[in-house]
């Protein structure tokens, strides 16, 4: 048991670091990538449960086997919500965003509830015996709600930048703006050397506030060009 104590917590460690350090974006993940993911985990699940049934691979070790991989999810949620946090601190406050029950008050719902199932996942609040796999489901769980708080589904117009989802936009990289259509506005701008676009809904009443602080952004960004 303590072996696998210890392991785990290795592992969590070590997963909260690659979180923070964000080697995988929400944008990153497209149905493509997502099948073969899933087909993959379901492919090892399957050799596992044959290995187990022919006799190699014990219940014992796949407790531990099992322990490692939530206790790698945890770590890597965790660590992409304080990276999270600390980048949206980096960009400053907000000076738009479009607030709505859908946006703010519901996604919020989800994820209080996702803590509270990983609370109950963990045996905190019942009588069954602690368990390493109970123990780090329940972390694991909670790390995901807790990640889910620092996610917004439309995008945030911050003093230093955009937030978009879990991605930091700087105005530097901000070109230009145009309406897609009525209420949607699309921006364009630079990621990783390539021209990027969104779009996103923009409330009537919003429109002449929105359209006024990104004319501003582009407005100081020509007048830092001509002065280089």
């Known amino acids: ?69 939530y206790s790698s999810l945890f770590g890597f949620f965790t660590g992409a919500a304080i990276q999270q946090f600390n980048q949206k601190s980096d960009y400053g406050d907000i000076i738009y965003v479009n607030r709505s029950f859908w946006t703010d008050i519901f996604p919020n ?59 930091a936009i700087s105005w530097d990289d901000f070109f230009t703006y145009s309406w897609y259509s009525e209420g949607v506005i699309e921006i364009e701008y630079k990621q990783d050397g390539a021209i990027r676009t969104f779009k996103t809904m923009i409330p009537d009443e919003d429109e002449l506030f929105v359209e006024k602080i990104l004319t501003e952004k582009i407005a100081e960004k020509l007048e830092d060009d001509e002065l280089e």
């Not at 694991?140 to 990640?147: D, L, N, P, R, T």
């Open 109 to 167: 719902i989800i994820a209080i509830g996702i803590i509270l199932f990983g609370i109950q996942r963990t045996s905190l609040l019942s009588d069954l015996p602690f368990t390493p796999i109970r123990v780090t489901s329940g972390l694991s769980i909670i790390a995901v709600g807790a990640y889910s708080f620092t996610i917004r589904l439309v995008p945030e117009l911050r003093a230093q930048g955009i937030i978009l989802l879990d991605r």
């Open 1 to 69: 048991m303590i072996w696998i104590v210890v392991s785990a917590f290795i592992v969590a460690l070590l997963s909260i670091g690659l979180g923070y350090k964000r080697l995988l974006y929400i944008d990153q993940i497209t149905p493509r990538n997502l099948s073969i993911t899933l087909l993959a985990v379901v492919f090892l699940f399957l050799i596992l449960q044959w290995m187990h049934r022919i006799g190699y691979f014990p219940e014992f070790i796949a407790g531990a086997v099992m322990a490692n991989v």
